[in-house]
């Protein structure tokens, strides 16, 4: 069964830092590409951050230069260090492992984490 587990989320000031851990377990992790999404209240849920397999990224225009995805498959972990966090990037924040879908085609997402940036 495929689970991914986001954590490191909080209440920070802006310009504070943050850094987003997501595990993912029941599938062969290193052979997915692994993205960030988040969502606000009202809004639809959007892509942040993506690392491929091989470790390329790219990354929503909002967000270059101030956040950074890694990925560590030793322990089947997806990161996402956040600087220079704005109130705008308060939002909460889901893993996903691209193309993994379940028996009814739905995509796999965890909990989600929440971030909150105070002005």
């Known amino acids: 069964q495929v689970q991914l587990v986001e954590s490191g989320g909080g209440l920070v000031q802006a310009g504070g830092s943050l850094r987003l851990s997501c595990a993912a377990s029941?599938?062969?992790?290193?052979?997915?590409?692994m993205g960030w999404y988040r969502q606000s209240p009202g809004k639809q849920r959007d892509l942040v951050a993506a690392i491929t397999s091989s470790g390329s990224t790219n990354y929503a225009d909002s967000v270059k230069g101030r956040f950074t995805i890694s990925r560590d498959n030793a322990v089947n972990t997806v990161y996402l260090q956040m600087n220079s966090l704005k109130p705008e990037d308060t939002a909460v924040y889901y893993c996903?492992?691209?193309?993994?879908?379940?028996?009814?085609?739905?995509?796999?997402w965890g909990q989600g984490t929440q971030v909150t940036v105070s002005s």
């Open positions: 029941g599938i062969i992790f290193s052979i997915f590409s």
């Open positions: 996903n492992a691209a193309g993994v879908r379940d028996l009814c085609g739905n995509y796999y």
